[in-house]
Nanobody, 126 residues
C-alpha cells in the first residue's frame, strides 16, 4: 500500500522558513516523479514544485521561484520542500504527490499524479 506522509508544517512569521518532508512507503521511490502542491482556503489546489525521478530536473511555479527548493533523497524515500522568505500568501495546506513514470520528466498537472499525501498546514502570519 502506497503511503505519502507530509510533515514539517506549522505557523511562521512572514520572512521565515520552513522545511517540509514527505516520507514515501509502499513504492519504488526512484521510479516516481514527485511534486508539491498547495491549496489555500477558498482556492483550488495548485502546483508548487516538481522534480523528476533522479532529482536532476526541477520546475517551480512563478510564485515560489527563487524562494522554494524541492529536493529528494532516493535512499531515504523522502521528498523535501525548503521554503524561505515566506509570505502570508503562502498560507495553505501543502500536499506531496507521486507520479509513476519511465521517463525523466517533471509533471506540473495534478492529473499526472497517481498518489497523494494527506497534507500539512503551513500558516504564515504578517
Amino acid at each position: 500500500q502506497v503511503q505519502l506522509v507530509e510533515s514539517g508544517g506549522g505557523l511562521v512569521q512572514a520572512g521565515g522558513s520552513l522545511r517540509l518532508s514527505c516520507a514515501a512507503s509502499g513504492l519504488t521511490f526512484s521510479s516516481y516523479a514527485m511534486g508539491w502542491f498547495r491549496q489555500a482556503p477558498g482556492k483550488e489546489r495548485e502546483f508548487v514544485a516538481g522534480m523528476n525521478r533522479s532529482g536532476g530536473s526541477t520546475y517551480y511555479a512563478d510564485s515560489v521561484k527563487g524562494r522554494f527548493t524541492i529536493s529528494r533523497d532516493n535512499a531515504k524515500n523522502t521528498l523535501y520542500l525548503q521554503m524561505n522568505s515566506l509570505k502570508p500568501e503562502d498560507t495553505a495546506v501543502y500536499y506531496c504527490a507521486a507520479a509513476v513514470t519511465r521517463q525523466s520528466v517533471v509533471f506540473t498537472s495534478q492529473r499526472s499524479y497517481d498518489y497523494w499525501g494527506q497534507g500539512t498546514q503551513v500558516t504564515v502570519s504578517s
